[in-house]
């Protein structure tokens, strides 16, 4: 029989620590390890493997560390074993109740600012032995935490359609059309989508769910985006608009008190000044939650949080 090639976890972990972080010193601060370790643990590694997993010299290492073809195929490879062996922890301390141990909560932009603080303090005083932490991001970055087993529970602004994660409808949140007080569109009571088809629109970054669902639900009334701005955030975008920047769809709960103090104007389409979109609860699929996710998802839904 030839030799069978093993993968030495350790040294797997060294390196796929050393990758995500995008260097050796970052990744050996976070091992706990010395720089040189770090570097020792990788190419004991690639002799191992009798493959070079991370480029060295020339000008393209210059800028950063670069992995090779065969460095990235491991990295990915990595990243679900790790995400694996977190679900196994998961589950194993489904088994031991809620007494003490951690949870990460991801959330959307404007989940984590406006519906999730009431519920996090309600749950941190019940559960004051928990060490908790939230995560914030645009809705694809909060699903893909989720999948690398590096958020336990998450709640998101837009739907996720990858099969590793089960949403759960949560509540529903109204989506305005506003425009800053002092121009042409201000007081329109109908606004027609050839006059926002042309207009200059502020939106979120790819993968936002405020931006995907703003796209879809204009698109239905045949506005199309043909002047775009990308802003990282809704209360960016909400700032701009009032200075008369653009136009834009955003969530009612970002906006009302620029709209009470008249900084804001909203705007009427298709009969409609306000739309009204999902928010879901998410988790890995077919995974048990722990009993800490299990109770912060029952107080999610036991207990609506007004605004």
């Known amino acids: 029989m030839g030799c069978v090639m093993r993968l030495n976890l350790h040294l797997t972990r060294i390196f796929f620590t050393v990758a995500t972080s995008g260097s050796f010193s970052r990744g050996a601060e976070l091992l706990h390890i010395s720089q040189s370790a770090a570097s020792k643990a990788v190419r004991e590694l690639e002799g191992q493997l009798g493959l070079a997993l991370i480029e060295r010299g020339g000008a393209r290492a210059k800028s950063g560390l670069r992995l090779t073809e065969a460095g990235r195929a491991l990295y990915e490879h990595a990243r679900g074993i790790f995400a694996l062996e977190r679900a196994a922890l998961d589950d194993l301390g489904a088994r031991t109740g809620i007494k003490k141990g951690a949870l990460t909560v991801g959330a959307s932009t404007t989940v984590a600012g406006y519906w999730l603080p009431t519920h996090l303090a309600m749950y941190a005083n019940r559960f004051p032995d928990i060490e908790l932490q939230m995560v914030v991001g645009n809705t694809a970055a909060i699903s893909q935490g989720l999948l690398d087993c590096e958020v336990d529970i998450a709640v998101v602004e837009g739907g996720v359609t990858d099969p590793g994660v089960s949403s759960l409808h949560w509540r529903e949140e109204s989506l305005v059309l506003v425009t800053g007080p002092e ?28 931006r995907e669902v703003t796209e879809r639900l204009m698109q239905a009334e045949g506005v199309q985006w043909n002047h775009l701005i990308e802003v990282g955030s809704n209360e960016g975008i909400a700032r701009s608009v009032s200075q008369g920047l653009g136009v834009a769809m955003l969530p009612a709960v970002v906006v009302q008190d620029l709209l009470a103090l008249g900084r804001l104007a909203t705007m009427n389409i298709g009969g409609a000044k306000s739309f009204r979109r999902p928010l879901y609860l998410l988790k890995r699929a077919q995974r048990p939650l722990s009993p800490a996710a299990r109770a912060f998802s029952s107080m999610l839904q036991e207990h609506e949080t007004p605004l």
């Open 183 to 210: 121009t042409p569109l201000a007081g329109v009571d109908a606004v027609d989508s050839v006059t926002l088809s042309a207009a200059r629109w502020l939106v979120r970054e790819p993968g936002s769910g405020t």
